[in-house]
């Protein structure tokens, strides 16, 4: 859309755009149609199921892999190869499928949100399809529609405009079409233009169409969107940094063997298949599957929690998260206006039970006011005969339509016994005057029997100026406007939108009934509404900072609406929160910027392209930050996030597609289930990567203590792979599924900056290397000084080793809790699993063709119990380890 496009005159955009008011030809609108394409926006690109596929080979880690592979294969190690390439074949196969069905299932939840429009072609209305609209089509709008184009209104007849998807405003905007608007107006303030893809709640109005497509100011958030790479999650951060240094790591310790091996006078050939196997001992091959299936896990959980993930790396990305801005409408709030209070002269407010559109619930009294309900029902029979909304029951199910605010007063009529149709029978509407924004007020002239009876609703001043009394009872008496402005205030600052009520007598012909006969009228009260909030959010939000997540609120709303419902949230207490577009704006350098948004729990009146300026200066501070929103204004900001959050029931299409995760049912508190869930995902990868590291670490050691003291290989590549991928590729599969240990939302987000190898890792690492290397050598020197062939040595070594890898995985199930205590029924399939890889290795030391591949042979019964003894004290140590961890007091 063109700037300042708001500020023209309807005439000189007709003349813009060559047009008039009786609409284009249909060969023009074919021409034009061809030279500025169809009016829809690009849809996101589906990736195919082999273009998934060879995805997953993309990762630092898999590429040393490939290479470990090539170099196994180049030597004539076919079976390194092999067994390589089968891990990396099951890896892509697993997360390949897992990520196209999150992808089709994203998919199911898009909706059409725009199929038809009505236009003047050839000087005659014509329905067509949206995507056929074209600039200077004379478009026509009515209640119901959703505007298919930027249109520059030519007239308006009480049309009101639901804009939440842009702005976030949950109320409705009255348009005009004679609006005299500034060129800074924000998007909400434009009263002449309504924009693609709002929807029209009540009244008509005509207008020319200036902007389709990517030009309108929906497809501007969606160029926002297009093309830009989003953060990435914090699992993929931290594993690139962790096979970095891995990467490093190999290549010097296969440098240094390698150089120890040629000074001891060892042939190159020789040299070269040590360092091969040395590699393949380093290398966690069975990471890259343990670790695909640990998000599979993840996004079956998260699914049982009603949260889908898009893409499979996003799963433990809210576990990780330190900052949560979220949007209000639709997302802590439902977007369904509702009369919460009503405040008669000289009394109280009246609570009005239950929210929604449904009409549920009642409106309470206070014991001892029930002369007070007379009062109520006269001000609810006001409410509902000024209306244009309607709420009907239709096959057990109540429809509405209309303004927001028209169907929320029908409702709370209806709790007070009040309906609009069973009203009109006796009394008959006569006349009406509709709502203006200039006007501030609506009223309704009806029959009342001999008489007749008029209804006023608008803001407070406009309908206190028509009022001389007010309705008590003991009958009418003297206004107090002071009484009912303090009354009005308390609501404001509350948090709610005030609208006062009246009626009165009126000797008027309908066709003469005008603003001179709304005078004398008698003030009913005043009626307080709100968007609710979601049931949940409140404990959700509280749950967030229980578990250390910072939680922001960013809105289109009042700076005064928005911190009154913080506080309901617990989200702010004080102003000094709240910070207001006008101040992003002003606020032209990064450091002030910055400062105004670290301290900030609420934003309010924020534009989109400012909401994805938050994000970025909040991931600048050093947080991995996370947005949940539902409108289409949101989708920038849920792109550029580390993981982006939308609401799938109430969410729009391009908010969807922005996102990572989704979620279901538009709860709030689904997404403390995904952050337990995250760091659930995000601890077993911890316990999958320790697990395959520290016996890779003793693997290591083991070959440096042989080469230094000059003994030969220990074990065979072979050997080497059957013990990483096949016996404990087992078992890493299984401790995936561990379940949470239960204090998950109970400690603070791991720091950004923190790698995934960190203080107790290594501290396991070193210990287990410590323990299985050191002992290890200690066996394979004992067995060849006693007599054992080289052969035997190195089977006696693999079923130590074996027996150390089922020890170890059990360790690895907490860093903290001791092995005692947990029970090893709550996995069972890693009972299974371990077992397994036992007697998979027994069995294969009696199976011919796979001993003879493997260099195995049976152990005898002492034989097995000592080595069985032996790895057991790897698990003490472990203990002791634990212990000292519990004293210090180190979560988990």
Not at 121 to 126: A, I, L, T
Not at 224 to 231: L, N, Q, S
Not at 618 to 637: C, R, S, Y
């Amino acid at each position: 859309m063109k700037p300042h496009r708001h500020t023209v005159s309807p005439a000189d955009t007709l003349a813009e755009h060559a047009t008039t008011a009786a609409g284009l030809s249909t060969a023009e609108a074919v021409r034009r149609l061809a030279v500025h394409g169809p009016n829809s926006l690009p849809q996101g690109r589906r990736k195919g199921l082999l273009l998934i596929f060879l995805g997953q080979f993309k990762s630092p880690l898999i590429y040393v892999l490939l290479a470990a592979a090539v170099v196994a294969a180049i030597v004539g190690d076919w079976e390194d190869g092999l067994f390589i390439g089968i891990v990396l074949l099951v890896n892509a196969l697993v997360g390949g499928i897992q990520e196209y069905n999150a992808q089709k299932s994203a998919s199911a939840l898009a909706l059409l949100s725009i199929t038809r429009a009505l236009v003047l072609r050839d000087g005659s209305e014509s329905e067509i399809a949206s995507e056929n609209v074209v600039p200077g089509d004379i478009v026509l709008l009515e209640t119901g529609m959703r505007v298919p184009a930027d249109l520059r209104l030519l007239g308006s007849q009480s049309l009101h405009i639901d804009e939440s998807l842009l702005t976030g405003e949950s109320m409705a905007v009255t348009k005009d079409a004679n609006a005299a608007v500034a060129a800074s107006a924000g998007l909400g303030d434009r009263r002449n233009m309504t924009l693609a893809g709002t929807m029209v709640t009540r009244g008509r109005g005509r207008g020319v169409c200036v902007a389709t497509g990517l030009h309108t100011e929906l497809g501007a958030i969606a160029k926002i969107v297009i093309g830009r790479e989003g953060a990435k999650p914090p699992l993929l951060v931290r594993m690139e940094r962790f096979t970095r240094m891995l990467s490093v790591l190999i290549g010097v310790a296969c440098a240094l063997v390698a150089v120890a091996a040629l000074a001891r006078g060892m042939p190159a050939s020789e040299v070269f298949m040590l360092a091969v196997a040395l590699a393949v001992a380093a290398i966690p091959e069975g990471l890259p599957v343990a670790l695909t299936v640990a998000l599979a896990i993840g996004v079956r959980r998260m699914s049982a929690r009603r949260v889908i993930v898009r893409k499979l790396a996003a799963v433990e990305a809210l576990g990780s998260c330190t900052f949560i801005a979220s949007d209000k409408t639709g997302t802590l709030t439902r977007n369904e206006l509702t009369v919460e209070r009503i405040v008669l002269p000289g009394a109280p407010p009246l609570v009005v039970t239950s929210t929604g559109r449904q009409p549920q619930g009642e409106v309470q009294f206070p014991a001892g006011s029930e002369n007070w309900r007379p009062l109520a029902q006269r001000l609810a029979r006001a409410a509902a005969l000024c209306n244009e909304g309607s709420l009907l029951l239709k096959d057990s199910i109540w429809t509405h339509r209309g303004d927001a605010v028209d169907v929320s007063l029908l409702v709370m009529a209806h709790k007070l016994g009040s309906n609009r149709a069973e009203l009109e029978q006796r009394f008959a509407p006569l006349a009406a005057i509709a709502f203006e924004s200039e006007r501030q007020y609506a009223a309704t002239l009806h029959a009342d029997g001999a008489g007749q009876l008029v209804c006023v609703k608008g803001a407070l001043e406009r309908v206190l100026a028509m009022c001389t009394r007010q309705a008590a009872a003991a009958g009418d008496e003297p206004l107090d406007a002071t009484a009912i402005e303090r009354q009005a205030h308390e609501l404001g600052a509350a948090g709610y939108r005030v609208m006062a009520i009246a009626d009165g007598a009126a000797t008027a012909a309908a066709q003469d009934f005008g603003h001179d006969n709304l005078r004398e009228l008698v003030f009913l009260g005043l009626v307080a509404t709100i968007d609710p909030l979601r049931q949940d959010a409140a404990a959700a939000i509280a749950a967030c900072a229980a578990a250390g997540v910072a939680v922001a609120m960013v809105t289109g709303d009042h700076p005064v609406t928005a911190l009154a419902i913080a506080r309901k949230l617990g989200l702010a207490k004080t102003a000094q929160e709240v910070v207001t577009g006008p101040q992003l704006a002003r606020a032209t350098e990064g450091s002030a910027r910055a400062a105004l948004i670290s301290g900030a729990r609420v934003f309010a009146r924020v534009e989109p392209a400012q909401k994805l300026q938050i994000v970025t200066a909040l991931q600048n501070l050093g947080h991995f930050v996370a947005v949940t929103g539902d409108g289409a204004n949101d989708a920038p900001a849920l792109r550029q996030a580390n993981v982006g959050v939308a609401m799938g029931a109430s969410g729009t299409d391009v908010a969807r597609e922005s996102a990572d995760l989704v979620i279901a049912d538009d709860a709030f508190g689904s997404i403390v289930g995904g952050i337990e869930e995250g760091r659930i995902a995000y601890g077993n990868v911890r316990k999958v990567v320790t697990l395959l590291v520290s016996t890779g670490a003793a693997e290591i050691l083991l070959f440096l203590l042989a080469t230094a003291f000059g003994t030969p290989v220990p074990l065979l590549a072979v050997q080497l792979l059957w013990l990483n991928l096949v016996t404990n590729g087992i078992q890493d599969v299984t401790l995936a599924f561990e379940p949470g240990e239960g204090n998950e939302l109970k400690h603070r987000p791991r720091p950004p900056g923190e790698r995934i190898f960190n203080r107790p890792m290594i501290e396991t690492v070193l210990l287990t290397a410590l323990v299985m290397g050191g002992i290890g050598f200690g066996v394979f020197q004992w067995m060849l000084a006693s007599g054992y062939t080289e052969y035997a040595a190195r089977n006696g070594l693999l079923m130590l080793m074996v027996l150390f890898e089922n020890i170890q995985v059990g360790n690895c199930r907490s860093e903290t809790r001791s092995g005692l205590t947990l029970n090893p029924l709550r996995n069972w399939l890693l009972l299974a699993g371990t077992i397994g890889a036992q007697l998979l290795h027994v069995a294969a030391t009696y199976t011919p063709g796979l001993r003879d591949v493997l260099r195995l042979q049976p152990v005898t019964l002492s034989e097995y119990a000592l080595w069985l003894a032996l790895a057991l004290v790897l698990f003490a140590a472990i203990e002791v380890l634990k212990l000292f961890r519990r004293l210090q007091g180190r979560e988990t």
